[in-house]
């Protein structure tokens, strides 16, 4: 077993969070750090939270150039079911659809980093609201604690691929396969004022929202913020 001390390599402050934490963030000096293979390791940090934030959570926004490779679209889907019933004849099947790909473009990706149920389709809605995020807070002003972030920055990049494939399935049409690879990843945690209510918790201004119950670490991080005041 490898312990590591949990103390913010840049100014020595005590880090703290929950159980199964790997994202840490200093409150004092504002570094971020991930506790991986080899200790502690460096991540930047967005901080879009003031300090009175009451319940300041921790969320991945992943640059990378997402290249389409292949994106094939069935053509009369329904009226090949219909016509052809509950069979499945490839040969007929494979004549109506068409293909495209070789699209490369620069995406950003913004997702809870901490697991919730239906995570890449929250990552979708949340990602086409990257514009609405509150301002990042100024250094020098003081800043929240956190808690929560269990996702590692390498599976932050799996996760990212899995809301480039949710918006491609969200496009109005029948896909029928995609393959899609990142490349040029860029992390960064950001941490985003949340409000609670009633049973929703709502990310920053964005409108954009999940089930508390969907968090399974959802106790853990309400103790951990009630700890606090
Ligand atoms: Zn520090």
């Known amino acids: 077993m490898r312990i590591t001390r949990l103390v913010c390599s840049n100014c020595g402050s005590i880090l703290s969070g929950l159980g199964r934490d790997r994202l840490f963030f200093c409150s004092n000096c504002g570094s971020g750090w991930s506790n991986g293979d080899k200790g502690l390791e460096p991540l930047e940090i967005q901080c879009r939270a003031s300090a009175d934030s009451s319940l300041p959570l921790p969320f991945w926004m992943v640059k990378a150039t997402t290249h389409v490779l292949k994106r094939t679209v069935r053509n009369e889907f329904t009226t090949t079911m219909l016509r052809f019933g509950s069979s499945y004849e490839e040969d007929v099947l494979a004549k109506k659809k068409s293909e495209t ?13 901490f697991p919730v149920d239906g995570l890449p389709g929250i990552g979708v809605n949340l990602s086409e ?20 972030g269990s996702i590692s920055p390498m599976d932050a990049a799996v996760l990212a691929r899995c809301v480039a494939v949710g918006q491609e399935t969200e496009k109005a049409d029948w896909i029928a396969e995609i393959e899609i690879v990142l490349s040029s990843v860029k992390t960064a945690i950001v941490i985003l004022p949340c409000f609670l209510e009633v049973e929703k918790v709502f990310i920053a201004e964005t409108g954009v929202a999940f089930f508390r119950r969907s968090t399974p670490e ?11 005041t």
Do not use: M, Q
């Open 218 to 228: 959802w106790d853990g991080i309400v103790d951990y913020y009630s700890r606090r």
């Open 129 to 148: 609201h990257i514009s609405n995020l509150p301002p990042v807070v100024e250094s020098g002003n003081s800043l929240p604690d956190i808690c929560g």
């Open 101 to 113: 790909g070789g699209l490369a473009e620069k995406r950003t990706f913004l997702f809870p980093a």
